[in-house]
Structures are given as structure tokens and as C-alpha cells.
């Protein structure tokens, strides 16, 4: 398994009261189901899914929740914008 670092910004943060976290996950849809363990599904107004988060993997985006992490791999996941 990958040892990565986790940002978390936006309403993500807000909810969780996680700024950073490490979490050891081979894949990026582990790293959602390890944080959901870590801060339980009840803690939050709304859901941290992979489908509601824009995720972004070393500074680049990343659309694939099936993606490889390696060791030291940085992701930040942010909550998208909405507003009206």
C-alpha cells in the first residue's frame, strides 16, 4: 500500500475538521473509504464521495477513482464550487 497525504478544502474540510491526513490506500477510491472509516459517515452534512469531490493528484486532475497511488503521492480533495 501507498503512504499519500490528504488535503481536504472547501465544505470537505469544513465538515470533517480535517485540514491533512495521511492514509495508506493502493487506489484512489480507497483513500474515500479510508477517510469515510476514519471520521464515520454520521459525522457529515453531506457525503465525501469520489463523485461529489474534484480531485486532483500531485497538482494534476484526476477523473479515475480506479487510479494508482504511489508512496508520497499528494491529493487534494475539494468540494466543487456552487453558488447561484
Known amino acids: 500500500m501507498a503512504k499519500v497525504k490528504v488535503k481536504l478544502f472547501g465544505v470537505f474540510r469544513v465538515d ?13 477510491r480507497d483513500v474515500f473509504k479510508a477517510l469515510h472509516d ?13 463523485k461529489d469531490a474534484v480531485v486532483y493528484i500531485n497538482g494534476e486532475p484526476c477523473a479515475k477513482k480506479g487510479k494508482k497511488l504511489a508512496d508520497g503521492d499528494e491529493l487534494w480533495l475539494l468540494s466543487p464550487a456552487s453558488g447561484g
Open 38 to 50: 476514519k471520521i464515520g459517515g454520521a459525522q457529515m452534512d453531506s457525503g465525501l464521495e469520489f
Open 16 to 28: 470533517t475538521h480535517i485540514a491533512e491526513t495521511e492514509i495508506e490506500a493502493d487506489k484512489l
